[in-house]
């Protein structure tokens, strides 16, 4: 059994940039990933990355955000900058996949 909890989220201005954490209890062994759902929408893959740090991006936030994991705190992260109002949504964090382990989500939401 894998528990997930997000941290990290807030209001933030356009432009600007927050770091999310995800501490995973359990095995560190899973594939883990960023998802995210804004209202209204189907929830979507953000970014994943893989137990030998192969990384993953939807096309919207490549080169804008930074998936990241550090193995010996069972931490991943998101970087997230050059914030724009579209990313405004509950950002999940993920293991082993749609099929796997889910955390509660944490609320990003960029406005002026």
């Known amino acids: 059994q894998v528990q997930l909890v997000e941290s990290g989220g807030g209001l933030v201005q356009p432009g600007g940039s927050l770091r999310l954490s995800c501490a995973a209890s359990g095995s560190s062994i899973y594939a883990m990933g960023w998802y995210r759902q804004a209202p209204g929408k189907q929830r979507e893959l953000v970014a994943t990355i893989t137990s030998r740090y192969i990384t993953n991006y939807v096309d919207s936030v490549k080169g804008r955000f930074t998936i990241s994991r550090d193995n010996a705190k069972n931490t991943v992260y998101l970087q997230m900058n050059s914030l724009k109002p579209e990313d405004t949504a509950v950002y999940y964090c993920?293991?082993?996949?749609?099929?796997?382990?889910w955390g509660k989500g944490t609320l990003v939401t960029v406005s002026s």
């Open positions: 993920n293991a082993g996949g749609t099929l796997g382990y």
